[in-house]
């Protein structure tokens, strides 16, 4: 009986030693399970981020093309004022300046620029003071735009470069 005994309590102290090694593998394949699910993760959003980098050069690429074919045209009215101007036909020169002016105030008003407005009171959004003069304006009004500002869609590209009055002159 005591061998009966002996062998009882081998096999419930080996017991726990096999629970615990189930245990531990059953955690260590679950430990690789989620080193698997992290590291495909992980190649996912490489190449994810490779995608959008690609992607967004293409858009560039794409949007610089479609610009520079507009452009196009005014290129070659250039070409003709500077032709015009080697024949010496001042007319046709000052023509051909105007148009291609015209064409290239049109072509980027159509793609959301606009000029600022300089008439008024100075506005420190979208004006840059250059001076402040004495003058019969009023106090803060713009009295010469030096150099043309512009928006493009809402954000200030270039602001307007102004001379500001600083009221009027002392006697």
Known sequence: ???THENVEQV??????????????SVTAQRDE?????????????????RVAREQAEW????????VGELLPVLDDL???????????EAKLEEGVALVHRSLADLLA??????IATDGQFDPHTQEALLSQPS????????????????????????????????????
Not at 38 to 47: C, G, V
Not at 82 to 89: D, I, V
Not at 139 to 150: H, M
């Open 12 to 25: 419930e102290s080996a017991a726990p030693e096999e629970g615990a090694a189930d245990d531990l593998a």
């Open 79 to 89: 070409e003709r004022a500077l032709e015009a101007a080697g024949a010496h036909e």
């Open 136 to 171: 019969e304006a009023a106090e803060g009004a713009v009295i010469q735009v030096l150099q043309k500002g512009y928006t493009l869609g809402d954000r200030v590209l270039r602001p307007a470069r102004v001379i500001v009055s600083a009221g009027a002159p002392e006697a």
């Open 1 to 3: 009986m005591n061998d």
């Open 34 to 50: 989620y080193l698997d699910a992290l590291q495909r993760l992980k190649a996912e959003f490489d190449n994810y981020r490779k």
């Open 110 to 115: 159509r793609h959301g620029l606009t000029e």
């Open 60 to 67: 560039h690429a794409r949007a610089t093309e479609r610009l």
